[in-house]
């Protein structure tokens, strides 16, 4: 079997962790933020939403660019671009400046996440392209477990300016990193045409489009529910995080021995179970068994079905595969945090987590009826 842990993988690999935890640590902090230059509510949804939107916009332009023109130049031009916006923030005078900034710090977010994603992609070998990814997404989940409680005690014990500047040297790093990996993807100028989509990987980017939409109940609405219930939401987070962190790997590695099937389906059906308990809980222990099970079900389905879109492509469109799946999540998230908001004005949170679960039902049914029939037509399980 070939190596997984190569080099170039382990660079990417921690690149991707200094890059998401520069991100990261502006989650808690950043309503902060816009609170203390004059800002309100309703300026933080728009700082959020805006960021979301360029990023979704421009990331299929960008995956077609990295198939034609290769991938360093992007990496490069990707980070360098968000090192930039993120030190910007120390200029901010206004919310004006605020979104406009927020605009270009998503369009820097698009190129530069598509582009390592594909890069990690090339690099992994076939056969274990479900653990590559599963270790991919474990960077990524350890990034936003720390980078939340670092990004608060430096507002708190330091300043924005200092946050900026420590978002600054963690992405200066990341930039640094991709020098040493070797980039095996040949550009390929001749070919005339752009191709911004593929339509075999349709079918599973909606199917990660309706897991990530209740992935948004989770991230937005657990908090307030815990708080309802007098729990202490950070403890479902920490022991959502420990399992997502294990189980990533370990069902990646399962889907390149056994199969997607074989993953994604229990996978799928353990994170409608999660949601389920989650809406019946009335306290702590309802609450941590739903975070194991969304750990185990998401964690599993999440790197596996990233994985699927791209081996169902061929190997000089990993750029548009890695860019479908990053706009099927992003996509997912802002549609499913504003259905949810509105739907948590009119009904309960118990009512919110079982709309949740029916969102990955359809998932489930997508994958079942239309992603396992592709697979098994390109040969695949």
């Known amino acids: 079997m070939e190596r997984l842990w190569t080099r170039s993988f382990i660079l990417m690999i921690l690149g991707t962790f200094f890059l998401f935890t520069a991100f990261y640590m502006l989650y808690p902090t950043l309503p902060l933020f816009i609170k203390q230059i004059g800002g309100n509510e309703t300026h933080v949804g728009l700082s959020m939403g805006i960021f979301m939107l ?24 990707g980070l360098s671009f968000f090192t930039l916006t993120m030190y910007m923030y120390n200029s901010v005078n206004g919310i004006t400046d605020l979104i406009w900034l927020r605009i ?5 977010w698009a190129i530069s996440t598509t582009a390592i994603g594909t890069v990690i992609a090339d690099i992994v070998p076939k056969a274990r392209y479900g653990e590559g990814m599963g270790w991919y ?28 500047l420590f978002a600054v040297a963690l992405s ?21 045409r752009i191709e911004f989509f593929d339509k075999s990987v349709l079918f599973v980017a909606i199917s990660v489009l309706l897991l990530f939409i209740s992935y948004a109940s989770i991230t937005t609405f657990v908090p307030l529910f815990a708080d309802l219930l007098k729990v202490n939401s950070g403890l479902f987070f920490l022991v959502y995080s420990a399992t997502l962190f294990l189980s990533r790997p370990i069902g990646g590695k399962l889907s390149d021995q056994y199969g997607e099937t074989f993953v994604v389906i229990p996978a799928l059906l353990i994170s409608i179970l999660a949601l389920i308990v989650l809406s019946l809980s009335t306290g702590l222990f309802g609450m941590l068994v739903s975070a194991i099970l969304y750990g185990i079900g998401f964690g599993s389905a999440q790197p596996v079905l990233q994985a699927t879109i791209l081996r169902l492509v061929p190997l000089d469109r990993r750029g548009v595969a890695s860019a479908s799946f990053s706009t099927a999540t992003d996509l997912g998230i802002g549609l499913g945090s504003i259905i949810f908001g509105w739907i948590a004005k009119y009904a309960s949170y118990q009512i919110l987590f079982i709309i949740s679960a029916v969102s990955v039902i359809f998932s489930l049914l997508v994958f079942v009826f239309f992603v396992k029939h592709l697979l098994k037509n390109k040969g695949l399980r």
Do not use: C, E
Request: charged letters at 10%.
């Open 137 to 164: 997404g474990t960077a990524m989940t350890l990034a936003m477990a720390i980078s939340p409680m670092l990004g608060v005690w430096i507002v708190q014990n330091l300043s924005y300016h200092a946050l900026f």
């Open 104 to 108: 270009f710090h998503g369009v820097s």
């Open 54 to 77: 360029s990023a979704v916009v421009f990331r299929p332009v960008i995956g077609g660019l990295l198939d034609r023109f290769g991938r360093r130049s992007f990496i490069i031009l």
């Open 172 to 192: 200066i790093t990341a930039l640094l990193l991709p020098f040493g990996v070797k980039m095996p993807f040949q550009p390929q100028p001749d070919v005339k």
